[in-house]
Nanobody, 124 residues
């Protein structure tokens, strides 16, 4: 049993900040990357950011680069997404995902475990 639970979503004004957390419980793996994806109603699930198992490698979608920061605390089995300078177009359901590899990909179907999602709404 592996469970991922997102928290920290909510409503924020444009230009504001939010921090999402993803807590992983149950069985853990010796090597897995973590990622964040988001999905707007009627659209595909889009890549946001990924971080390697060690935390030493990070990759971001162009749309969030320079504004979002992904990090992880392996001792706490938790991954974070710090979101700054939020824009209305960032509004979406954000999903935490785990991939059983050292370095994550940008493809949603490559990930093995998913959280249920957290709503982020940015008002103008």
């Amino acid at each position: 049993q592996v469970q991922l639970v997102e928290s920290g979503g909510g409503l924020v004004q444009a230009g504001g900040s939010l921090r999402l957390s993803c807590a992983v419980s149950g069985r853990t793996f010796s090597s897995y990357a973590m990622g964040w994806f988001r999905q707007d109603p009627g659209k595909e699930r889009d890549f946001v950011a990924t971080i390697s198992w060690s935390g030493g490698s990070r990759y971001y979608a162009d749309s969030v680069k320079g504004r979002f920061t992904i990090s992880r605390d392996n001792a706490k089995n938790t991954v974070y997404l710090q979101m700054n300078s939020l824009k209305p177009e960032d509004t979406a359901v954000y999903y935490c995902a785990a991939q059983t590899s050292r370095t994550g990909t940008v493809v949603a179907r490559d990930y093995d475990y998913w959280g249920r999602g957290a709503q982020v709404t940015v008002s103008s």
